[in-house]
């Protein structure tokens, strides 16, 4: 899984995310029309439908998102729940810069928590 993404589609998979913890276990698939939705509602700028489609069809080429087709209209599930996907970016800037050792980053958040 590639987890590496920018700015908006880090706001399109926290929307995704949320989404699903709202919807019942049983619809859980989530449309483009419920994204822009919730971004527009919960963001700071207005999102358009069609750029918002395209992000959205990037993250399932990055296998964050699957992409099922339910008669004309295209619904997606997160292939990963927000906490495992936290957990690899955790793991990741850990090994990135402090030798892979989570407690000296957790001791760097602490202290940038503090300062």
């Keep these: 899984m590639n987890s590496s993404h920018g700015t908006l589609e880090n706001e399109i998979m ?9 919807f019942s ?4 698939e989530i449309s483009v029309s419920d994204v822009v939705d919730y ?5 700071e700028a207005t ?3 069609t750029t918002v489609k395209t992000v959205m069809d990037r993250l399932v080429e990055k296998t964050l998102l699957i992409r099922k087709k339910f008669g004309k209209k295209f619904c997606y599930t997160s ?8 957990n690899i ?15 000296m980053l957790m001791k760097a958040l602490e202290k940038e928590c503090l300062a």
């Design 14 to 22: 926290n929307a995704v995310w949320s989404l699903e913890e709202n």
């Design 25 to 28: 276990a049983k619809n859980k």
């Design 39 to 43: 971004l527009n509602k919960n963001g």
């Design 47 to 49: 999102r358009a439908y």
């Design 79 to 86: 292939t990963s729940s927000r906490r495992e996907s936290a």
């Design 89 to 103: 970016a955790i793991r990741r800037l850990a090994g990135q810069y402090f030798n892979n050792d989570v407690r």
